[in-house]
């Protein structure tokens, strides 16, 4: 037993160590592909004859908060470099930048807000430079708002709005989503964390679970949100800034051991009505100690990639659909995961969280979920993190320390141990 501890501690910081020596990270692997859009330069310079349009406008209808779009242009006076950026909410023209990010007076009224993808118009239509027609598959998640696609000329470097489409919305876009589940302090305790559109003045958060077959009952939920203001620079802080929703976290007590519980996320509104996630299910975990089969996974840097072959054709660690499907397939076989830092790589761009965690929600939904602080989500310059760097792109650990739950006596700090069987786990920040 104490051997495995050990093994795993050292396992941990192996991995560390190896995220630590393939670094360079975004150097490496390229940029986030969001930084690439010189958003702060962005204008509207609005043509008449261009147009979007975009079908289905109601998405969801069968409780799904994945679905794909179709986008149709057409455009009078097209050219090679022209692109297509997804933006929620539709209304997406904040027109000043709170935050001055450049000499950049002479171009107002600016856009100022990153959208959540892009593609180029020529995708799915080699000859849209010559046509100026095209359409093309996107796939978009629920995340609390519309969504409007854009047409811009200009290429990354000097966009320009050209046209709008009309609005595409989720038939409930607050929907709670993309459960977590991570341990509590104690081996019995399992947390589930997870993301919607109401704010505890608009309804009550909740989770209603019990063992599989059995009685439900109902433990409620804590609620943590962010402001603009709580980022510590750019893109974070300007274009790349959304709200990112409400964060509730339950608290599971008393669980047995390796029982099967089934949960459902719900919000009861002020009204009395419901609002209800899927069913999920998930294994509770083993006594410290007992004598009984873990199936550990520990790895670092994943990232998250779009299948509609979206963001620059989604050169982007596009492996981490790879690795996710990998651990999907062999979920029956995973009792745990430790995912120990560069958790998203959004580097600023918020929206980017939400397209994580619904990547990874057959996972997470499904088995404890446990992440550590790496440089992509803490360093920025000034802030108290290890390395002096901006690799966070302004989020300084904010969102991580939101987004998922530790057991941490300071979330902000992400030193923890957890228990699971045989393994007792030591989880320290790793350059950051
Ligand atoms: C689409 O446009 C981009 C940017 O101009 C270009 O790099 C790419 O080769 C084009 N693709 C096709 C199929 O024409
Ligand atoms: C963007 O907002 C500004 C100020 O609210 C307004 O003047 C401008 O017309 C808007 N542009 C578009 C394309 O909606
Ligand atoms: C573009 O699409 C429109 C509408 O479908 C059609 O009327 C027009 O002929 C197309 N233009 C070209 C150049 O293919
Ligand atoms: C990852 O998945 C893509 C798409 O299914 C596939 O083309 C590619 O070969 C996979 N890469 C590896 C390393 O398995
Ligand atoms: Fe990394």
Known sequence: MGFSRILVALLAMIIGAVAVAGTGDSEYYGAQPLAKLAMHKASIAIDGKAQVRATPELLGLKGEDIEFVKVELQNANPTSDDWIGVFSPSKFNSSTCPEAVGDIKDQLPLICTAPIKYQFANYSNADYAKTGNASLMLQLINQRADFSFALFSGGFQNPKLVAVSNAVSFSNPKAPVYPRLAHGK???????????????????????????????????????????????????????????????????????????????????????????????????????????????????????????????????????????????????????????????????????????????????????????????????????????????????????????????????KFWYSTDFGMFRVLHCRYRT
């Not at 559109?197 to 679970?209: K, Q, R, S, T």
């Not at 560069?342 to 994580?356: E, K, R």
């Not at 619904?358 to 000034?382: C, F, K, L």
């Not at 987004?403 to 941490?408: G, K, S």
């Open 186 to 412: 104690s081996w019995d305790e399992m947390t589930i964390t997870w993301t919607s559109g109401y704010n505890i003045n608009e309804a009550f958060p909740f989770v209603e679970w019990g063992p599989e077959g059995g009685p439900q009952t109902r433990s409620s939920a804590g609620t943590l949100t962010f402001s603009r203001n709580s980022m510590c620079g750019a893109p974070a802080r300007t274009f790349g800034w959304r709200h990112p929703g409400y964060i509730h976290t339950s608290l599971l007590k008393d669980l047995w051991p390796n029982a099967i519980y089934t949960y459902k996320l719900g919000h009861q509104l002020l009204d009395g009505t419901y609002a209800w996630s899927k069913k999920y299910s998930f294994k509770a975990s083993p006594y410290p100690g007992q004598d009984s089969l873990q199936r550990v996974i520990i790895f670092g840097d994943m990232g998250k990639a779009e299948r509609d072959g979206s963001n620059e054709y989604s050169n982007y660690q596009p492996g981490s659909l790879n690795t996710t499907d990998q651990l999907i397939k062999d979920l029956n076989n995973i009792d745990i995961v430790f995912h120990i830092g560069d958790i998203t790589y959004a580097n600023g761009y918020i929206s980017q969280w939400d397209q994580f965690t619904s990547q990874i929600e057959p996972i997470a939904s499904t088995v404890p979920y446990m992440i550590a602080s790496g440089n992509h989500e803490r360093d920025w310059h000034g802030t108290g993190s290890f390395y002096d760097t901006d690799d966070s792109g302004g989020e300084c650990g904010v969102l991580a320390e939101t987004m998922f739950y530790v057991p941490a006596e300071n979330r902000a």
